[in-house]
Nanobody, 120 residues
């Protein structure tokens, strides 16, 4: 399994970033892919995922500001982030499923992460 994130960085509040995740062909899933984030000392949280039917699902905190998308031909996943806030500061991880059971995505493959830092 291979997932590699890129695109993180430091921006001021209100700024934008575009995260990319390059997956290997064996890891990439048309049905389930997602972005999670984690702050040191806290649990990893779901940011945006694509469900079995290809519908995007967003955490309440990022609705209207983040957009998740895929490029099936390139086995890539993206996260467009706009109007960034200091609370968005975290390590962002790309995730792929180890299994899809009854249309439910079991995320178990993870990238190394890319750091996003938003200053006020």
């Amino acid at each position: 399994a291979q997932l590699k994130e890129s695109g993180g960085g430091s921006v001021q509040a209100g700024g934008s970033l575009r995260l990319s995740c390059q997956a290997s062909a064996s890891t990439y899933s048309v049905h389930c892919m997602g972005w999670f984030r984690q702050v040191a000392g806290k649990e990893r949280e779901r940011v945006a995922t694509i469900d079995y039917d290809g519908n995007p699902i967003y955490a309440e905190a990022v609705k209207g500001r983040f957009t998740i998308s895929q490029d099936h031909g390139k086995h890539a996943l993206f996260l467009e982030m706009s109007n960034l806030k200091p609370d968005d500061t975290a390590m962002y991880f790309c995730a792929a499923p180890v299994a899809v059971i009854d249309r439910q995505c079991d995320f178990g493959y993870w990238g190394q992460g890319t750091q996003v830092t938003v200053s006020s």
